[in-house]
């Protein structure tokens, strides 16, 4: 035992000794360092997770990195990787907000140092007042037994919680969640399988809704709450995937009839309207401008599939809504023609300061996350203009999107690492509407953890606390069929 312990002491200072020296006359190169992720250039918010990262190349034998602020501060790493401790990088980014930090890079390769050209993050002045992001993780692949569920995520650390699985729930798919006005004190998702439900938790009491309404013809699905709080709209979906005969292309989603209505929590009532269930068109994916008296949505004639499914083109309308009464009003007005522009239009998500409407423009159809060629867009409310967001879009199917409450942060997917897996990516915004480059969200280690993650990531949205949730329990709710009839009114 006491040879072992000399032999296990032994390794552990080899290993520290591996990379642990001093810098010493660096060959000086005129490029930056190759980074994973590229963090070169973004803009952060105070107190967010450290931006840790790996040299994007694996032949390296130990990495030096300096972190200075412009207001002061620095920090010191060396190792395998960049991994800065978490208190540290807090008070370092606390103390340059509004400033940058300065980056030097240095890499050591069979024996010699080489440095690198120094690089900088902006802290921006504006903070992220969320405590997390909420998201759902789930294979890239075409079924829902796998393992999948929700998940939140604490932004100043590294700290992931599970809010449900569909271990709690075998067989199920839980998806389509959402808070009001960011806070999970009142917080709904959807439920698909044979035991599908609609779950609202409201201040810590859960009711689960009956799935499907035969008089809607549907589920309710794609929740955007209103932000009283009294209510929440809905559309209701009937959808089918089809799949591509082509290799450049995988799954398509085929809306084959939608509509759009609005749900009264307390009342059980289901808010309708001629205007937003027609006979032959699509409505979809409703949301509540921050004032709550104006409902928009995305609107599609409808097609014959699959004949026709390149023919598939959504435009944004809106329509007046009194939550005095919860009457709509008398007409409805297109405020983007994107078939005008041969596009579709999917996922509007208006800022919390009402100046902006973003949205995901693709060729067809609805369900971006398919579509490569899938790339925000601004729609500037007071003016009427629309602009496409070069700044953050790449050609990898840029799509789902979510405002932070101060409308100075966006979260969005995307598919720009590989094409397959879909990451959530951070974005500041300006007073003008310009957006930062977006940066990858930090792990602990970033390429073990991507490189190792089968999972995807979407519909993320920001959220004030941490979802207090009972899975256990709930999965019990969820298999005793016990549910809430909903009255259309």
Not at 177 to 184: L, M, S, V
């Amino acid at each position: 035992m006491k040879c072992f312990r000399y032999w296990v002491i032994g390794v552990g200072c080899w290993l520290m000794a591996a990379c642990t020296s001093v810098v010493e006359n660096p060959t000086k190169v005129d490029k930056l360092p190759a980074i994973y992720p590229d963090y070169i250039g973004v803009t952060i918010p105070a107190g967010i997770a450290p931006l840790n990262f790996n040299c994007a190349a694996d032949d390296i034998d130990c990495m030096d990195v300096v972190v200075k602020g412009s207001k002061g501060g620095e920090m010191h790493v060396q190792g395998d990787e960049a991994d800065f401790d978490i208190a540290d990088w807090h008070e370092l980014t606390a103390q340059n907000k509004g400033g940058q930090l300065i980056f030097t890079v240095c890499t050591r390769k069979d024996g010699a140092w080489t440095q690198y050209k120094d690089f900088t993050v902006n802290v921006s002045q504006y903070g992220i007042d969320e405590w997390g992001l909420t998201y759902r993780r789930i294979a890239p692949g075409y079924e829902v037994f796998s393992h999948m569920g929700l998940y939140q995520r604490d932004l100043s650390t590294f700290d992931e919680y599970a809010i449900i699985e569909n271990t709690q729930v075998p067989g199920q798919c839980v998806n389509c969640h959402t808070a009001h006005q960011k806070d999970p004190k009142n917080f709904v998702f959807h439920v698909r399988g044979t035991h599908g439900a609609t779950m609202f938790q409201m201040d810590g009491k859960r009711e689960w809704l009956k799935a499907s309404n035969d008089q809607l013809g549907g589920s309710m699905v794609y929740p955007y709450w209103h932000p009283s709080g009294k209510y929440c709209a809905f559309s209701t979906n009937q959808t089918r995937q089809g799949f591509h005969v082509v290799s450049t292309k995988r799954v398509e989603v085929l809306d084959l009839s939608s509509d759009v209505f609005v749900y009264n929590p307390v009342t059980h009532e289901i808010l309708t309207d001629s205007l937003l269930q027609t006979k032959d068109w699509s409505e979809n994916s409703p949301v509540f401008s921050p004032d709550g008296r104006t409902l928009y949505y995305m609107t599609c004639k409808q097609q014959e599939f699959p004949a026709h499914v390149t023919d598939e083109k959504y435009n944004l309308c809106k329509i007046d809504f009194d939550p005095e009464t919860g009457k709509f009003g008398e007409k409805v007005d297109t405020i983007f023609n994107a078939v005008a522009m041969g596009k579709s239009l999917t996922w509007p998500r208006p800022s919390y300061d009402g100046k902006y409407m973003m949205f995901t423009l693709l060729d067809y159809g609805y369900f971006s996350i398919w579509h490569n060629e899938s790339n925000q867009w601004l729609l500037d409310l007071q003016t009427g203009e629309a602009r496409e967001l070069k700044e953050i879009n790449s050609d990898m199917a840029d799509s789902f999107h979510n405002w932070s409450l101060n409308s100075r942060w966006v979260v969005f997917t995307s598919r720009r690492g590989d094409g397959y897996y879909t990451r959530l990516y951070l974005a500041c915004v300006d007073e003008k509407g310009h957006f930062s480059k977006p940066f990858m969200l930090p792990q602990r280690h970033p390429k073990e953890y991507y490189n190792e993650s089968i999972y995807s990531f979407n519909v993320p949205d920001f959220t004030t606390t941490k979802v207090e949730f009972d899975a256990y329990q709930a999965g019990k709710e969820i298999e005793s069929d016990k549910r809430t009839e909903t009255k259309v009114k």
